[in-house]
Every structure is written in C-alpha cells, then in structure tokens.
C-alpha cells in the first residue's frame, strides 16, 4: 500500500513538473522582417539612422511590429508567451489579436499551419497559445503584432522541453522581398497577424518579407526608398497609391524611384495600382479621384519604359480583391477574405519576377 502511494506522489510530482512553464527571452532568437539591426530597440522596423529626417508619422509607425516574426524550435507539449506592447493600441474596424496580439504557426511536411493566437488582455500579457501536443521537435513562427509595438517578449515551454534554434532556414532570408505602401500593407484589418497578405506571401514564396507599410502614409518619403536599397533585394514592390494623390506621384515618384535604381540597378520594381475598392461603385468622386490617380501612375510608368528603364513592371490592380464586394471591412481596408485574395493573385506575378 505505501508501495502504491510513493509511485502515485511520484507520478503527481512529475505531471507537476511538466506543468510548470519556463519562459525563453525571443531576443535569443531569430528575428524576421526587419530592413536593418540598427533600430532603437529590438522590436521595431526602422534604422535609427533616419530618425532625425523621417516625418514624425512615418517613424511611430516604424515602432509598430508588423512583419516581424520570430522563428525557433522546441519539443515541448505547450507554448505560451508573455509580452509587453508599446501602446496597447485598440481599433474600431480591426480585431484586438490583428491590432495587438500573437499568431504562432508550425512548419508540416514543409508548409506552415496555423497553430493558434495569443489573445492580448493588457499591456502586459501571458497567454497559452496551445497546449496538449505530442512533445516532438517542430519548427515554429511567432508573428508580432500589427499596430502596435512589443518592448519585451518571452516564449514559454514546459521546464522539462528545450527550446532551439531553427534548424530550417524558412523562408529563405537572402534576397528578400521589400514591400512598400500604406494601412493594407502594414495588415489593416486582418484578423490576426499572419493573415497579413505579406506574411501569408512570404509563406507561399518562402521568401523573407520585409513590411514597410505606413498606414495612411506610403507618401513617397525618400529616405524610405534609401533604407530600401541597403538590403540585397530580390524585388521591390511599391503598393503606395492608396496614399497618394495625382500631385504627389508628379512631385515626388522620379525622386524615389531614382534613389531605389541608383543603388539598386538590378533588383526588378513592381508598381501596383490603386485598388478599385467596392465603395466606389457608390462614391463617384472618390471613383474619379481613383481613375486619375491610376492614370498619373500609367503615365509615370510609360516615361521609365520611354527612357530605357529595365525590369519594372506595373500591374492593375482592376481585380486583385475579386468584383463581389465582400473583400474589406470598411470599403477600403481588406478582410482575411480580401488579403486571401490579393496574396493569391499577387503571387504568381511576385515569383515571376523576383530577382533570383
């Protein structure tokens, strides 16, 4: 009978164990998406080599995290998180877990599967992400929150698991993809950090992304366009329009261009048009303001073909989010639904064109 009670203490003392969460600083371990180390701190995407020229807008919204990911490897049953955000940003047209919160995903048979969702609660956060797994090693990405920034990050395993370095190099960071725009870009307004259409792209190309999107200012500032060319890109894509109108692509489009050629003559740039928007059916002014926009764009576009400039391309973006209305949350900014699409039809052309 004491026999009995020792093994069952002993077995209660093991489950317990395994109970008990031990946290791993992520700054241990690889970071995805950022154009440059040189940042004020870890979890932000701009070089602090630009701070005092950026516009004030521009540079706050380098703190926020969108594109960032951090990528490791464990064996543990259970993964949990616990973070600080910068802000605790809350958004009336976007979910708390997009705006703010965690999305993890696992690599399988060579594909990355949804995992779960930290959901954020605070400013300071711990949260399960998943539990109750097979304790076999597998490859993870934690995506970072997308309006808002991070100031600390700890992954958690059970404190008899290990947690590694990723032993898989996905995506494939040389040559990355840099990807420049406004809200859309930066994510507005997917549900959850990887349903961004640059990481959901990133993952069908197996490529880094490198997300410099601005909400409501992808405003052609060219000292974005300078940070752009210090990576070994394999294609920059400019998915600015929304954020422009006529005057600014006339007054400031040769500019950023210029600087993108002149220090990267041999990375192809892919100009997207403006989106046609379902509100537009309804808004004929803004109908108008989008077909003169498209049309300022063309025009650019046709003087770089005029004077001999090679590997640009410009694609419409008539049909990119489908003709049925039901790929955005507000008439402008995507659903998962309107990112799903966009990514899928943005695809093919991304990986015909990307510099090998």
């Given at each position: 009978?004491?026999?009995?009670?020792?093994?069952?203490?002993?077995?209660?003392?093991?489950?317990?164990?395994?109970?008990?969460?031990?946290?791993?600083?992520?700054?241990?371990?690889?970071?995805?998406?950022?154009?440059?180390?040189?940042?004020e701190t870890r979890y932000e995407r701009?070089?602090?080599?630009?701070?005092?020229?950026?516009?004030?807008?521009?540079?706050?919204?380098?703190?926020?995290?969108?594109?960032?990911?951090?990528?490791?490897?464990?064996?543990?049953?259970?993964?949990?998180?616990?973070?600080?955000?910068?802000?605790?940003?809350?958004?009336?047209?976007?979910?708390?877990?997009?705006?703010?919160?965690?999305?993890?995903?696992?690599?399988?048979?060579?594909?990355?599967?949804?995992?779960?969702?930290?959901?954020?609660?605070?400013?300071?956060?711990?949260?399960?992400?998943?539990?109750?797994?097979?304790?076999?090693?597998?490859?993870?990405?934690?995506?970072?929150?997308?309006?808002d920034g991070v100031t600390n990050l700890?992954?958690?395993?059970?404190?008899?698991?290990?947690?590694?370095?990723?032993?898989?190099?996905?995506?494939?960071?040389?040559?990355?993809?840099?990807?420049?725009?406004?809200?859309i870009s930066q994510g507005g307004c997917?549900?959850?950090?990887?349903?961004?259409?640059?990481?959901?792209?990133?993952?069908?190309?197996?490529?880094?992304?490198?997300?410099?999107?601005?909400?409501?200012?992808?405003?052609?500032?060219?000292?974005?366009?300078?940070?752009?060319?210090?990576?070994?890109?394999?294609?920059?894509?400019?998915?600015?329009?929304?954020?422009?109108?006529?005057?600014?692509?006339?007054?400031?489009?040769?500019?950023?261009?210029?600087?993108?050629?002149?220090?990267?003559?041999?990375?192809?740039?892919?100009?997207?048009?403006?989106?046609?928007?379902?509100?537009?059916?309804?808004?004929?002014?803004?109908?108008?303001?989008?077909?003169?926009?498209?049309?300022?764009?063309?025009?650019?576009?046709?003087?770089?073909?005029?004077?001999?400039?090679?590997?640009?391309?410009?694609?419409?973006?008539?049909?990119?989010?489908?003709?049925?209305?039901?790929?955005?949350?507000?008439?402008?900014?995507?659903?998962?639904?309107?990112?799903?699409?966009?990514?899928?039809?943005?695809?093919?052309?991304?990986?015909?064109?990307?510099?090998?």
């Amino acid at each position: 009978m004491k026999k009995h009670i020792i093994i069952a203490l002993l077995s209660c003392f093991s489950l317990a164990l395994n109970a008990q969460t031990k946290y791993h600083d992520a700054a241990s371990f690889p970071l995805y998406g950022k154009i440059s180390d040189n940042t004020e701190t870890r979890y932000e995407r701009l070089p602090v080599s630009i701070k005092i020229e950026c516009r004030p807008p521009v540079w706050n919204l380098g703190k926020n995290t969108a594109g960032l990911a951090v990528r490791f490897r464990t064996n543990s049953k259970n993964i949990s998180a616990k973070w600080t955000l910068l802000g605790n940003v809350e958004m009336s047209h976007m979910t708390g877990v997009g705006v703010r919160g965690l999305d993890l995903y696992c690599l399988k048979d060579g594909k990355w599967h949804f995992v779960n969702i930290a959901k954020p609660k605070d400013k300071e956060n711990k949260v399960t992400i998943i539990s109750n797994m097979k304790g076999e090693e597998r490859e993870y990405i934690l995506y970072l929150p997308l309006y808002d920034g991070v100031t600390n990050l700890e992954i958690g395993i059970d404190s008899l698991s290990s947690i590694y370095q990723p032993h898989i190099e996905s995506p494939v960071r040389a040559k990355p993809v840099i990807y420049y725009g406004t809200s859309i870009s930066q994510g507005g307004c997917a549900s959850r950090p990887g349903m961004a259409h640059t990481n959901i792209l990133s993952r069908m190309l197996n490529r880094e992304f490198i997300n410099l999107g601005f909400s409501g200012n992808g405003q052609l500032d060219n000292e974005i366009a300078e940070i752009m060319t210090g990576s070994d890109a394999s294609l920059f894509v400019l998915d600015f329009m929304p954020n422009v109108n006529v005057k600014l692509i006339q007054d400031k489009a040769e500019k950023f261009f210029t600087t993108l050629r002149s220090k990267s003559p041999e990375v192809p740039i892919l100009f997207i048009e403006n989106p046609i928007f379902p509100f537009l059916d309804f808004d004929l002014v803004a109908k108008k303001n989008v077909e003169d926009k498209n049309a300022a764009l063309r025009l650019f576009f046709k003087s770089l073909v005029k004077r001999g400039e090679k590997n640009i391309y410009l694609l419409s973006s008539e049909k990119l989010i489908g003709l049925d209305g039901e790929a955005t949350v507000d008439g402008i900014h995507f659903t998962d639904l309107g990112f799903e699409r966009y990514a899928k039809n943005l695809y093919p052309v991304l990986k015909s064109k990307m510099k090998k």
